[in-house]
């Protein structure tokens, strides 16, 4: 995301975690952006417990997909948002919008509206996310102590950057001109990149979904072997 997109997120997500209870999701999607960003990145944002107090855990997917269908999906994050609106037809609207969910909505819930993962969506559901989540939040607190003593977000983020815990992809919110107060923002990558397919290729039957190399098609067993 540009800069100044960054901050208008961040500072939505800053004012999500004051405001909404333990649980609570939200949704970003930032189309490709030629030159800049090849392929769409989604996000979604839980409210947890850490130390007594609020965090959010971001989920990312890396999608290999074009503006028209990262649309669709910031459409379909809209339909089931708290405060559905008309539908996104200019991707840098739909990437300035943080997509607040229905209250009571699970991250399994979210995932299956657009994603076609079993074994993704098994590890959530089990809670085997669990560990790798309080792996990331552990990482998080230096973070969290650094930008509470006064150290600059600048310095911070390039601690992040350079310790590997924002990693090659860019999927993070910069902290450039954000207060995070004593929220820490932790990132755990969800999964690997996906296509988005209409149809299955060796019987035809619809799948209208995200799905990565290895995906079998649950009418035909057809292995999905990626492009």
Same mark, same amino acid.
């Given at each position: ?41 989604? &996000? ?37 948002s708290e405060s559905p609106e008309e ?13 607040? &969910?229905?209250?009571? &909505? ?53 601690? &992040? ?52 190399k290895g995906y079998k098609c649950s ?9």
């Open positions: 995301m540009f800069l100044g997109e960054g901050k208008i997120i961040c500072d939505d997500l800053f004012s999500f975690a004051q405001k909404h209870s333990i649980g609570r999701l939200s949704a970003w999607v930032s189309p490709p952006v030629s030159g800049l960003y090849p392929g769409t990145k989604i &996000m979604i944002h839980e409210i947890v417990e850490w130390r007594g107090d609020k965090a959010t855990l971001n989920r990312a997917i890396l999608a290999d997909i074009d503006a028209k269908k990262a649309l669709d999906i910031a459409n379909i994050f809209s339909a089931v539908q996104y037809s200019d991707p840098e609207r739909a990437r300035r919008k943080l997509f607040l &969910m229905e209250e009571g &909505m699970s991250v399994v819930d979210l995932l299956n509206l657009f994603v076609d993962d079993t074994e993704l969506i098994e590890v959530i559901r089990s809670g085997k996310d669990l560990k790798v989540r309080e792996e990331v939040l552990q990482k998080a607190s230096k973070y969290s102590e650094k930008i509470k003593n006064g150290v600059s977000s600048v310095e911070v983020y390039n601690s &992040m950057v350079s310790d590997g815990f924002i990693g090659s992809y860019d999927i993070s919110c910069p902290t450039v001109g954000v207060s995070f107060s004593e929220y820490t923002i932790g990132h755990s990558l969800a999964s690997g990149e996906y296509k988005h397919v209409k149809n299955c290729g060796k019987c035809g039957v619809s799948i209208d979904k995200l799905i990565k009418s035909c067993n057809g292995e999905y072997l990626g492009c």
